[in-house]
């Protein structure tokens, strides 16, 4: 594969991206023969065929797909390349693709502006996405950097803890259980949950709370998508919620809602920066990395000050 051209690996991304020849090729500025040659010869070269010509346009093989992640590797290692260069120059530049799940965007865009503002020349991105989604865009290496509370199993990464990420359980303030003290998992698993969907930090963590309790978590409740959902219908009466404390610092202070007295609770999670573990730092990661460690925990809601006696006490800004 020495003969491979860094021309003919951007026509597999193109071709990928395009789904055909003709479309690929307006987007490189290039002929429709010439990027036909391009992939005959990368073909040639592998033996395999890349792509699979159906009507609907061009799919990509097991053999396209190994060249296509080969491609994006390369940009990169590319990308770093120059990061590193303008490092060694003395400039601190460079970009960042952040990727955070959904509970954590409740805090990523106060941390993100933090940090810009002292590395004004650091351009950042933030994806938004479930637990799910987030690990296929560390999987795809679509992000650099992703902010959750789990990290993920099936992808090798390196993983940080900068800060504490508390969860509870809350209901509107009327409910019948507010108020009381240190009640029971048993009689809190009587009570109807509103749910994230399979897969998310939060279900996970429920689900290992309950798991004491016989035939508990085969019905764990009503499903929905996302945490202002959650909160809506909690308010609404439509049963109790499982939630990071850092998505309800609003409503509670407006009491809206009320967080409840479980013994056991809150439970103690961290907060986590992930990076693929074969991913080389750039040093633009490396800084925000760095943010993280030291400042991080400081631009995370103050959950101490809505559950005062949990023993939360984060650090002073």
Same mark, same amino acid.
């Given at each position: 594969? +020495?003969?491979?051209?860094?021309?003919? !690996?951007?026509?597999?991304?193109?071709?990928?991206?395009?789904?055909?020849?003709?479309? $690929?090729?307006?987007?490189?500025?290039?002929? &429709?023969?010439?990027?036909?040659?391009?992939?005959?010869?990368?073909?040639?070269?592998?033996?395999?065929?890349?792509?699979?010509?159906?009507?609907?346009?061009?799919?990509?093989? /097991?053999?396209? !797909?190994? =060249?296509?992640?080969?491609?994006?590797? %390369?940009?990169? +290692?590319?990308?770093?390349?120059?990061?590193?260069?303008?490092?060694?120059?003395?400039? +601190?530049?460079?970009? %960042? *693709?952040?990727? /955070?799940?959904?509970?954590?965007?409740?805090?990523?865009?106060?941390?993100?502006?933090? =940090?810009?503002?002292?590395?004004?020349? %650091?351009?950042?991105?933030?994806?938004?996405?479930?637990?799910?989604?987030?690990?296929?865009?560390?999987?795809?290496? $679509?992000?650099?950097?992703?902010?959750?509370? *789990?990290?993920?199993?099936?992808?090798?990464?390196? $993983?940080? /803890? =900068?800060?504490?990420?508390?969860?509870?359980?809350?209901?509107?303030?009327?409910?019948?259980?507010?108020?009381? +003290?240190?009640?029971?998992?048993?009689?809190?698993?009587?009570?109807?949950?509103?749910?994230?969907?399979?897969?998310?930090?939060?279900?996970?963590?429920?689900? #290992?709370?309950?798991?004491?309790?016989?035939?508990?978590?085969?019905?764990?409740?009503?499903?929905?998508?996302?945490?202002?959902? %959650?909160?809506? $219908?909690?308010?609404?009466?439509?049963?109790?919620? =499982?939630?990071?404390?850092?998505?309800?610092?609003?409503? #509670?202070?407006?009491?809206?809602?009320?967080?409840?007295?479980? /013994?056991?609770?809150? #439970?103690? *999670?961290?907060?986590?920066?992930?990076?693929?573990?074969?991913?080389?730092?750039?040093?633009?990661?490396?800084?925000?990395?760095?943010? !993280?460690?030291?400042?991080?925990?400081?631009? !995370?809601?103050?959950?101490? *000050?809505?559950?005062?006696?949990?023993?939360?006490? &984060? &650090?002073?800004?």
């Amino acid at each position: 594969m +020495r003969n491979l051209t860094l021309k003919q !690996l951007k026509a597999v991304q193109a071709i990928v991206a395009h789904g055909k020849i003709v479309n $690929a090729a307006n987007a490189l500025g290039l002929s &429709p023969p010439a990027v036909t040659i391009q992939l005959r010869q990368l073909e040639e070269e592998a033996g395999l065929a890349l792509f699979d010509r159906t009507t609907d346009g061009m799919r990509p093989t /097991a053999a396209g !797909l190994a =060249f296509l992640e080969a491609a994006q590797a %390369i940009d990169e +290692r590319l990308g770093m390349l120059g990061d590193r260069i303008d490092a060694i120059c003395g400039v +601190r530049t460079g970009s %960042i *693709r952040l990727g /955070a799940v959904s509970t954590a965007k409740y805090f990523a865009p106060r941390l993100m502006a933090a =940090f810009m503002k002292e590395y004004p020349d %650091i351009d950042m991105r933030l994806v938004i996405g479930n637990r799910a989604e987030t690990i296929a865009s560390l999987k795809n290496r $679509a992000v650099d950097i992703a902010l959750m509370g *789990r990290p993920a199993k099936d992808v090798p990464v390196r $993983a940080s /803890a =900068f800060g504490d990420h508390p969860l509870v359980i809350i209901a509107p303030p009327d409910h019948g259980l507010a108020g009381v +003290r240190d009640i029971s998992k048993e009689r809190i698993a009587e009570e109807h949950f509103i749910i994230r969907e399979p897969g998310s930090g939060t279900r996970i963590s429920l689900e #290992i709370f309950l798991s004491e309790i016989p035939g508990r978590i085969d019905d764990l409740g009503i499903e929905m998508d996302s945490n202002e959902t %959650i909160k809506q $219908a909690v308010m609404a009466g439509l049963g109790i919620a =499982f939630i990071s404390a850092h998505t309800i610092a609003f409503e #509670i202070e407006a009491g809206r809602l009320v967080i409840l007295d479980v /013994a056991g609770m809150p #439970i103690r *999670r961290q907060w986590f920066s992930v990076m693929r573990g074969d991913h080389a730092v750039s040093p633009a990661m490396a800084t925000f990395h760095d943010f !993280l460690m030291l400042k991080g925990a400081m631009y !995370l809601p103050l959950f101490g *000050r809505l559950y005062p006696d949990t023993g939360f006490a &984060p &650090p002073e800004p």
